[in-house]
């Protein structure tokens, strides 16, 4: 799996750029070249864990 993040901090600040590794020069993700889809089922699959702890942090 791919978390690509712009190279600005503006929004994410730069605390995850020890966590993943830089992409070749030339990297590209797009539609085009993705082989991994997800239909609506494995989105809400996908986003659960997520929902789960945002649900879990608002019950505080």
Same mark, same amino acid.
């Given at each position: 799996? $791919?978390?690509?993040?712009?190279?600005? !901090?503006?929004?994410?600040? $730069? !605390?995850?750029? &020890? @966590?993943? @590794?830089?992409?070749? &020069?030339? #990297?590209? $993700?797009?539609?085009?070249?993705?082989?991994?889809?997800? &239909?609506?089922?494995?989105?809400?699959? #996908?986003?659960?864990?997520?929902?789960?702890?945002?649900? @879990?942090?608002?019950?505080?």
């Amino acid at each position: 799996m $791919y978390v690509v993040q712009p190279s600005n !901090a503006l929004w994410f600040g $730069y !605390a995850w750029e &020890d @966590k993943g @590794k830089h992409l070749p &020069d030339g #990297f590209t $993700y797009t539609s085009a070249n993705n082989a991994q889809w997800l &239909d609506a089922e494995g989105i809400r699959e #996908f986003i659960a864990p997520i929902e789960a702890e945002v649900l @879990k942090g608002n019950e505080a």
